[in-house]
């Protein structure tokens, strides 16, 4: 386990590297001037080449990147052009909204998904196998915009039992205070992956049930319950496990359209909007968190499958 662990932090460094070094040049070769970005179109090349030089963007291009690299390590990640703060203040908080908001969705889609994908798997061909087939298969169709205003309707409109703003004081998260605002974006996000999910489950588990070690012990008069339970389940969960893990970095930074359409203070909106403003330190800090997300929750799915099956091998 340590050897794996090692190695898959050696991965990761190599991976943050060789994208940050990516990272860095098509930042650099983008046709976006900082200095106008800065001041405007009204600045005079005299103020807009002075803003230049205190930036240092008139520097060698390895020196920036080291200069970059290493503010970034020291937690300096400048401030953004659009918004003339600190970047790194702000993307802790905007990061913890959506980390709260991921886990509120991951508490409702990984036992309801699991479950669904179980029972379909183990009806298969039944009417309850035919029922959450039907189900998985309207979940994954529709856009998370339409889930999301459907929700708001029902939920906002006409019941009116939550709020369909889920916009915060500050872009601060006060559980106590504010978890009502969080319930309609988690559902939201969850009612995607739920279908996803529960289809992976269910193929898996049909899989499983059909393999010879499976038979096997049925055949020797196990409790069937039993044989699920013990033998069949582990091995059945490792596909939508994986699954679930590689949604993870989209579950945090890329709720970008539930995020607007709830007003939701999160990361994915941020990067948005540094994307469209060309905001290039906030872009820089967002792809920065983004692959680190990525490569983080690849590594969690392959310490999940050695927990779940351990005759996988994790040298």
Do not use: C
Not at 149 to 172: E, K, M, Q, T, Y
Request: charged share 15%.
């Amino acid at each position: 386990m340590v050897r794996f662990l090692l190695k898959r932090g050696l991965t990761l460094f190599i991976s943050m590297f060789v994208l940050s070094v990516l990272i860095f040049i098509l930042s650099a070769v983008m046709p976006i001037d900082p200095a106008l970005t800065v001041l405007g179109r009204e600045s005079t090349p005299e103020t807009r080449a002075a803003l230049t030089e205190q930036l240092g963007l008139n520097r060698p291009l390895p020196e920036r990147y080291l200069d970059w690299v290493g503010n970034f390590l020291r937690g300096n990640w400048g401030e953004s052009y659009r918004l003339g703060v600190a970047i790194l203040p702000l993307v802790q908080r905007r990061l913890l909204n959506s980390v709260v908001l991921a886990v509120l969705a991951l508490t409702i889609i990984v036992p309801v998904s699991l479950t669904l994908g179980v029972i379909a798997g183990l009806k298969e061909g039944q009417p309850v196998d035919r029922s959450i087939s039907v189900g998985s298969l309207v979940s994954i169709s529709i856009p998370d915009f339409v889930i999301g205003l459907i929700l708001i309707v029902i939920f906002s409109w006409w019941l009116r039992l939550l709020p369909g703003d889920s916009s915060l004081r500050g872009d601060d998260l006060d559980l106590l205070r504010d978890w009502r605002k969080l319930v309609l974006p988690a559902f939201t996000a969850a009612f995607v992956l739920i279908g996803y999910v529960a289809r992976v489950t269910r193929v898996s588990m049909i899989s499983v049930m059909g393999s010879a070690y499976i038979r096997t012990a049925i055949l020797k008069g196990l409790p069937y319950r039993w044989v699920v339970l013990r033998h069949a389940l582990r091995n059945a969960l490792i596909a939508p496990i994986a699954v679930i893990t590689t949604q993870v970095a989209w579950l945090v930074g890329g709720l970008i359209v539930i995020e607007r359409l709830f007003n939701y203070p999160g990361i994915g909106s941020l990067f948005a909007d540094a994307a469209l403003r060309n905001d290039l330190p906030m872009i820089q800090a967002s792809a920065m968190i983004a692959i680190t997300l990525v490569v983080a929750s690849q590594a969690l799915a392959d310490v999940l499958y050695a927990v779940l099956n351990p005759r996988i091998q994790m040298s």
